[in-house]
Nanobody, 127 residues
């Protein structure tokens, strides 16, 4: 069983930055593709970004491209979501997710691909 715990959420003004962390335990972190999704009130879950096992391949939703990046620390079993120039519409609960994969350079944008999910951390962006 894989356990994921997010942290780093909070209240920030528009234009500000936050870094979310997701700590992973229970499985070799290097074997996992990691993703971030978010869910705003009254809306479905939305893909934000994903990073491959090798930490090089990554993909992002159009709504966050150029503002959000991801990184992973395989020694610390942690993946990060770096959020810059935050907008009010970025307000949501952010969840990290993990998917076992044998390819080192693959990342996924479909939530159905991910087997494991964290409980989420709230990000609120004020105007």
């Amino acid at each position: 069983q894989v356990h994921l715990v997010e942290s780093g959420g909070g209240l920030v003004q528009a234009g500000g930055s936050l870094r979310l962390s997701c700590a992973v335990s229970g499985r070799t972190f290097r074997s996992l593709v990691m993703g971030w999704f978010r869910q705003a009130p009254g809306k479905g879950r939305e893909f934000v970004g994903s990073i491959a096992r090798n930490g090089i391949g990554a993909g992002f939703a159009d709504s966050v491209k150029g503002r959000f990046t991801m990184s992973r620390d395989n020694a610390e079993n942690t993946v990060y979501l770096h959020m810059n120039n935050l907008k009010v519409e970025d307000t949501a609960v952010y969840h990290c997710a993990a998917a076992p994969n044998i390819r080192p350079d693959t990342y996924y944008d479909s939530e159905t691909t991910y087997d494991y999910w964290g409980p989420g951390t709230q990000v609120t962006v004020s105007s």
